[in-house]
């Protein structure tokens, strides 16, 4: 498997990569199918008091879905080692379920005549939750630190492409990445939606049926 290593505002070391190296192994171990593992470490200086860090960023690419794991510590070695124990964790996550449901068929399936879901926990998102996230009234503050003072708060923006796919297709994306929740459009339905994490191994999905601006936002 190969390995890339970027330092963002830190340098990359020779012993660093060694201890990548022997990392790797371990991934490897655990998902034959990767062939490349990307490890981006960036380092942060923070003020107002706040100590620098270090966040190490792993991205498994093979043949399946990506797998990504993060941590964040003082020492940059100490979050790699954190990292990659995530990684591991779901990447043992991901095969004890694929285990499971060889071993207990049971599945989510859909019945074609009544439109439900067997086999997964579905809670249907309130007529209000639908209306706020479609019209954008969920509050998002923003604004100039020098101007507002200094907040802890920070919001992370990513943008993804839209993928298709089935609602347990997008249940196994989210155990793979580590995430509580994963975005995807539903191949049945063509509507947004996302699939999020309950209580043991119960899962939840909520879509978006919209599909315009309503005419009073639009004007």
């Known amino acids: 498997m190969e390995t890339s290593i970027v330092g963002v ?11 990548v ?9 655990l998902a034959p199918r990767a062939q490349r593992v990307d490890v981006k470490v960036t380092h942060r200086a923070y003020h ?3 100590v ?36 591991c964790e779901q990447l043992r996550r991901a095969k004890d379920k694929r285990v499971d449901a060889r071993n207990h068929p049971r599945g989510a399936k859909f019945e074609k005549g009544s439109g439900a879901i ?16 479609a019209t954008g009234e969920i509050p998002i503050v923003t604004g100039n630190e020098e101007e507002e003072g200094y907040t802890p708060v920070v919001i992370r923006t990513k943008e993804f492409h839209p ?20 975005l995807f459009i539903d191949a049945r339905s063509d509507h947004p939606s996302v699939v999020y994490r309950r209580k043991g191994w119960d899962y ?16």
């Open 9 to 19: 505002g830190v340098g990359i070391t020779d012993r660093f990569r060694g201890v």
């Open 48 to 50: 107002n008091g706040r």
């Open 21 to 29: 190296e022997e990392k790797a192994a371990r991934i490897e171990n």
């Open 163 to 182: 993928e298709w796919m089935s609602v347990e297709e997008a249940v196994d994306r989210m155990e793979l990445v580590g995430h509580d929740f994963f």
């Open 118 to 133: 067997q086999g997964i926990d579905v809670q249907p998102a309130s007529v209000d939750v639908l209306r706020a996230v």
């Open 204 to 219: 939840g999905v909520i879509s978006l049926t919209t599909q315009a601006q309503p005419e009073e936002l639009a004007s």
């Open 52 to 87: 620098e860090d270090e966040t190490v960023e792993l991205t498994v690419n093979g043949k399946g879905p990506v797998i990504r794991a993060e941590a964040t510590d003082g020492d940059k070695f100490t979050a790699l080692d954190l990292a990659v124990d995530k990684l």
